[in-house]
C-alpha cells in the first residue's frame, strides 16, 4: 500500500513540476550503467511539449561540453571540479541534473572514459586529460583550449554590443585591455564583476579597457537584453558590454569555463589568462602589469 501511495504521490509531483526537472526525474530513474541514452527517443516518445523539448535541446547541446568544461577546469586550476560547481557553470538547477549527466555521459560509448567518482557522493576523485587529448571527437580542440596563452598574440574579433551596435577590437590596438568571458547569474562571474566594475573606475582613466563578452546566447540560457540591462546597472559595470560570438568562443580556446579573462598589453599580447574566480589584488596586479 505504502509503495502504491508513493508512487502515486511521485507521479503527482512530478504533473506538477516544471520540463526540466520532468526530465531530470526520468532520467533518473531510467539511465542504466552501459545503455547509452538515445536523445531521439526521449523526443519523440516521452517528452513531447515544446517546453520539453527546449529543455532536452539544451541538455543535448551541453553533453558534449562536459568534458571540455571539467578538463579545461582542471587544466587551468589544477583543480577538480566539484558537481556544484559544474552545476552552477551549466545553470543545471535541479537537484541531483549534474549527477545524471555524469552517469549519462559514462554510459556514452563517444566519451572516454576520462574520470572516476567517489561512490558514495558522485564527486570526482581523478581526471585523465591523456585521454580526452587522445579522443578524435575531443583530441584537437582540447589542446588549442589549453594551451598556455601566456605570450601569445590576441586574436581579433568583431562582435555585436548590449546597445545594438558593433565593438571592432582594432579600436583596442596599442592599448592595455582585458578580455572578459562571462554570463548572468553564473556564481563566480557575479563576484568579479563587481570587482572588475571597481577596478575599470580607478583604470580606465589611465587608458586601461575592459570588454565584457557575454555567453547568455550561446549557451542558450533564458535571460532577456532587459535582464542583462538591469545587472549592468545594478554592477555599476562602464566598460564596454558584448555578446560572445561562436567565432570569437572558438578563438579563445572554445571557452567553456566561466569567467575566463585574458589580459592583454598595449602590443596585443597576452600577458595573463585566469579561470574561474580571482580576488581583487589578483585581478589588479595582472592590470598593472598589462599597463607597463
Same mark, same amino acid.
Given at each position: 500500500? &505504502?509503495?502504491?501511495?508513493?508512487?502515486?504521490?511521485?507521479? $503527482?509531483?512530478?504533473?506538477?513540476?516544471?520540463?526540466?526537472?520532468?526530465?531530470?526525474?526520468?532520467?533518473?530513474?531510467?539511465?542504466?550503467?552501459?545503455?547509452?541514452?538515445?536523445?531521439?527517443?526521449?523526443?519523440?516518445?516521452? /517528452?513531447?511539449?515544446?517546453?520539453?523539448?527546449?529543455?532536452?535541446?539544451?541538455?543535448?547541446?551541453? /553533453?558534449?561540453?562536459?568534458?571540455?568544461? +571539467?578538463?579545461?577546469?582542471? %587544466? =587551468?586550476?589544477?583543480?577538480?571540479?566539484?558537481?556544484?560547481? $559544474?552545476? !552552477?557553470? *551549466?545553470?543545471?538547477?535541479?537537484?541531483?541534473?549534474?549527477?545524471?549527466?555524469?552517469?549519462?555521459?559514462?554510459?556514452?560509448?563517444?566519451? @572516454?572514459?576520462?574520470?572516476?567518482?567517489?561512490?558514495?557522493?558522485?564527486?570526482?576523485?581523478?581526471?585523465? +586529460?591523456? =585521454?580526452?587529448?587522445?579522443?578524435?571527437?575531443?583530441?584537437?580542440?582540447?589542446?588549442?583550449?589549453?594551451?598556455?596563452?601566456?605570450?601569445?598574440?590576441?586574436? @581579433?574579433?568583431?562582435?555585436?554590443?548590449?546597445?545594438?551596435?558593433?565593438?571592432?577590437?582594432?579600436?583596442?590596438?596599442?592599448?592595455?585591455?582585458?578580455?572578459?568571458?562571462?554570463? $548572468?547569474?553564473?556564481?563566480?562571474?557575479?563576484?568579479?564583476?563587481?570587482?572588475? =566594475? !571597481?577596478?575599470? %573606475?580607478?583604470?580606465?582613466?589611465?587608458?586601461? &579597457?575592459?570588454?565584457?563578452?557575454?555567453?547568455?546566447?550561446?549557451?542558450?540560457?533564458?535571460?532577456?537584453?532587459?535582464?542583462?540591462?538591469?545587472?549592468?546597472?545594478?554592477?555599476?559595470?562602464? #566598460?564596454?558590454?558584448?555578446?560572445?560570438?561562436?567565432?570569437?568562443?572558438? %578563438?579563445?580556446?572554445? +571557452?567553456?569555463?566561466? @569567467?575566463?579573462? #585574458? /589580459?592583454?598589453?598595449?602590443?596585443?599580447?597576452?600577458?595573463? &589568462?585566469?579561470?574561474? /574566480?580571482?580576488?581583487?589584488? =589578483? *585581478?589588479?596586479?595582472?592590470?598593472?602589469?598589462?599597463?607597463?
Amino acid at each position: 500500500m &505504502h509503495s502504491v501511495l508513493s508512487i502515486a504521490l511521485l507521479s $503527482l509531483l512530478l504533473q506538477q513540476a516544471g520540463p526540466e526537472t520532468k526530465i531530470v526525474e526520468y532520467l533518473k530513474t531510467n539511465v542504466q550503467p552501459g545503455k547509452a541514452v538515445v536523445v531521439s527517443d526521449l523526443y519523440n516518445n516521452v /517528452f513531447k511539449t515544446p517546453e520539453e523539448r527546449k529543455v532536452l535541446d539544451r541538455l543535448f547541446n551541453t /553533453f558534449f561540453k562536459i568534458p571540455m568544461m +571539467i578538463v579545461q577546469y582542471n %587544466a =587551468a586550476t589544477k583543480k577538480i571540479p566539484t558537481l556544484q560547481e $559544474l552545476s !552552477e557553470q *551549466l545553470q543545471f538547477n535541479v537537484p541531483g541534473e549534474m549527477d545524471v549527466m555524469l552517469r549519462i555521459m559514462d554510459s556514452d560509448p563517444r566519451v @572516454p572514459k576520462f574520470l572516476t567518482r567517489d561512490a558514495k557522493t558522485g564527486e570526482i576523485t581523478s581526471v585523465d +586529460i591523456e =585521454a580526452i587529448k587522445n579522443n578524435p571527437r575531443f583530441g584537437k580542440v582540447l589542446e588549442r583550449s589549453i594551451a598556455g596563452w601566456e605570450g601569445k598574440e590576441a586574436t @581579433p574579433f568583431v562582435v555585436p554590443t548590449f546597445d545594438g551596435k558593433t565593438f571592432d577590437s582594432a579600436s583596442l590596438t596599442g592599448k592595455p585591455y582585458l578580455i572578459y568571458f562571462w554570463f $548572468l547569474n553564473c556564481p563566480p562571474c557575479m563576484k568579479t564583476s563587481p570587482l572588475l =566594475a !571597481e577596478l575599470d %573606475a580607478k583604470y580606465a582613466p589611465r587608458g586601461f &579597457h575592459i570588454v565584457a563578452a557575454n555567453a547568455d546566447k550561446f549557451l542558450e540560457l533564458p535571460y532577456t537584453d532587459a535582464d542583462r540591462a538591469a545587472y549592468v546597472a545594478k554592477t555599476g559595470i562602464k #566598460f564596454t558590454t558584448t555578446h560572445m560570438s561562436p567565432e570569437m568562443q572558438q %578563438a579563445y580556446g572554445g +571557452i567553456s569555463v566561466f @569567467p575566463s579573462l #585574458f /589580459f592583454v598589453d598595449k602590443g596585443g599580447q597576452i600577458l595573463k &589568462h585566469f579561470v574561474n /574566480f580571482q580576488d581583487k589584488a =589578483a *585581478l589588479e596586479a595582472a592590470i598593472q602589469e598589462t599597463m607597463k
